[in-house]
């Protein structure tokens, strides 16, 4: 494990769980790739501002049971977590928001240069999801 990568994992996870977006912005490369789950690919720190305030409009989130793990060189990280949010407006071509509450693993990838994140890439069973707010 590499120390200093997976702090920077775990202090990103935390900016995103304070809601400390400020943070959160400034873990990353002003060119990181965002991987959407099930969507495009994203560039840039303006890019991924946009899809925060999205998110953070349409859902509330804390992410739980953390478990990060690093290449030794630190070069690429991984995590694995439980999402525990609740559904509040409805996003665009998404089942209607109604204050839903849902329970979802999930996981990321992570390129990591110069101490910052350069690529995120986040995956989720969408499926799943829908089913739970459809409920």
């Known amino acids: 494990m590499n120390q200093a990568s997976h702090d920077l994992i775990q202090t990103y996870y935390a900016a995103f769980n304070a809601g400390d977006m400020d943070t959160f912005l400034s873990l990353l490369s ?80 992570f390129d990591i240069r110069d101490g910052k994140v350069a690529r995120i890439t986040n995956y989720y069973n969408l499926e799943d999801w829908i089913a739970q707010v459809s409920a």
Not at 63 to 82: H, K, N, P, Y
Not at 85 to 108: F, I, N, S, W
């Open 30 to 109: 002003d060119d990181v790739v965002h991987d959407i789950n099930q969507g495009p690919r994203e560039t840039g720190k303006d890019a991924f501002r946009a899809f925060m305030n999205r998110m953070n409009r349409n859902y509330r989130e804390q992410l739980v049971d953390m478990v990060i793990m690093t290449s030794e060189d630190g070069t690429r990280a991984a995590a694995e977590f439980v999402v525990l949010g609740e559904y509040l407006v409805t996003d665009e071509g998404l089942p209607e928001a109604r204050g839903q509450q849902y329970r979802l693993p999930a996981g990321a990838f």
